[in-house]
């Protein structure tokens, strides 16, 4: 068999990072009952009858997704540490891009099955009317996941050989998602209330600009934070 | 760079960019204090524009030097430029805190509050965040090579991320006063002000360059020390 491209090794990696997912299904399990619970105790963290659950609504949803995908981004190198399975993948005759974009994509996935569930969940316990902002929320969701990703595949990567990975993950990753969270927050208020999504514009022009240069330079410098 | 065993450690010697830049910002400070007019709206508290304005340029300059000198090793693998990077970094998680400290400061007696979530000012403190990630991952990473390579693509990606943040805060809202100074019309200041004002740009480089200057002879020390250590 001869060895694949960019694409084809990402792909076969990607499912290979999907498959131990879904037979262990821990992480999805344990990140999607994360996303509810906190979507659930948000929800007391206000005096309802003084801010309406539709304002809260939107913060809550990105605060969710940005803590849940950690959780997900932090297990994508965590399952190469055993058995040596990082050094079996660098010895492997794939490009070094080819993993970054291999996990990238398996973390998109991961990402994308969360809000696939907290999405309606919110939408339910906080009496949201979404009306016909359906596609243009999805559309916001996977902008700001594919930002999300990109960047937080990289620093997975980066912090899983080092101690305090699991603290350091978030302390170098969220400054990174301000740009992510920022924009689909205010675009989701945006749309929840009502408004049209030309008034949003502005917001998804910053967050598919950030997809555009991050996704690009988190996979050029991403053979840099491999040991060999 | 130098054999630590000859010399007298560079850390003991008394750099000449260092008296200079003191004396620059004594200079500085003496001329913004008592030869500077205070401002007609906001009286004696705008003279902390001479230490809030410098300060954050030198900032910005310091986290610039550290994504350079991070990329350059990547390509040169040299150890003076990860000791620039380190050096700078730490220089400018410095110079950051003294802008967050001096703003809240002016932002109370000119603006009614310590703090707003005002574009620059939320920009600044993500700096601040980025810079601390910056140093907390390079003390976690005993490895050399390893640390100057991790902190190289944190340093390159920070770099990237500040125009982006600047972009959203920016969208959110902003309070600060459009350009004074830099502005195609020439300086809407007086005279007098513009001077203490560059004056003070000036001696804050150079404090800067005088403390990068110290804290990467103190790291070329403890580079020499280790590699004493265990070359026994």
Not at chain 1, 109 to 135: E, K, T
Not at chain 1, 156 to 163: D, M
Not at chain 2, 52 to 67: D, E, K, R
Not at chain 2, 116 to 123: F, G, I, K, S
Request: proline residues 6%; contains cysteine; aromatic residues 12%.
């Amino acid at each position: 068999m001869s060895a694949p491209g960019l694409l084809g090794s990402a792909w076969l990696i990607a499912r290979k990072d999907l498959a131990i997912e879904f037979r262990t299904r821990s992480a999805l399990l344990s990140a999607l009952v994360l996303s509810l619970l906190a979507i659930v105790i948000f929800y007391f963290a206000w005096d309802s009858t003084a801010v309406g659950a539709g304002d809260l609504a939107p913060g809550v949803l990105w605060v969710t997704f940005t803590f849940s995908g950690l959780l997900g981004l932090h297990r994508s190198f965590g399952v190469e540490a055993q058995d040596g399975a990082m050094d079996a993948l660098l010895i492997a005759p794939v490009p070094r891009q080819a993993i970054f974009v291999g996990k990238a994509l398996a973390n998109l996935a991961f990402v994308l099955g969360v809000q696939a569930v907290a999405l309606p969940a919110m939408v339910l316990f906080y009496d949201v009317g979404v009306g016909a902002a359906w596609p243009a929320l999805i559309g916001v969701m996977i902008l700001a996941a594919i930002g999300l990703v990109a960047v937080g595949t990289l620093f997975a990567g980066l912090t899983a050989n080092t101690r305090l990975a699991e603290l350091l993950l978030p302390v170098l990753a969220l400054p990174f998602f301000v740009p992510i969270v920022m924009p689909a927050a205010q675009a989701t208020a945006k749309l929840l209330a009502g408004r049209p999504l030309a008034e949003s514009f502005a917001w998804l022009r910053i967050l598919l600009a950030f997809d555009l240069v991050f996704a690009y330079a988190c996979m050029l410098v991403f053979p840099a934070t491999l040991d060999d | 760079m130098t054999d630590v065993s000859s010399t007298p450690p560079a850390t003991r010697r008394v750099d000449p960019v260092a008296l200079l830049a003191f004396a620059v910002v004594a200079l500085a400070y003496g001329r913004a204090i008592w030869f500077t007019p205070p401002e007609a709206t906001q009286g004696f508290a705008q003279k902390i524009l001479y230490v809030h304005a410098p300060a954050a340029w030198v900032a910005f300059l310091a986290f610039g030097v550290t994504a350079l000198a991070g990329a350059f090793w990547l390509f040169l693998k040299d150890q003076r430029l990860d000791r620039l990077a380190e050096s700078s970094a730490e220089v400018g998680v410095i110079f950051t805190t003294a802008v967050l400290v001096t703003g809240p400061l002016w932002g109370k007696p000119v603006w009614g509050t310590w703090w707003t979530w005002d574009a620059r000012l939320t920009l600044t403190l993500f700096l601040w965040f980025i810079y601390v990630g910056y140093l907390v991952l390079r003390g976690v990473i005993p490895g050399r090579e390893q640390r100057a390579r991790y902190a190289a693509v944190v340093g390159i990606l920070g770099a990237l991320l500040i125009p982006f943040i600047h972009l959203s805060v920016y969208l959110f809202r902003t309070l600060h006063p459009l350009p004074v100074v830099a502005r195609p019309e020439g300086p809407a200041m007086p005279t007098v002000m513009v001077k203490t004002f560059f004056l003070a740009f000036f001696a804050f480089t150079l404090l800067y360059v005088a403390f990068v200057r110290a804290r990467m002879a103190l790291a070329t020390e403890r580079d020499a020390l280790d590699d004493a250590a265990v070359g026994g």
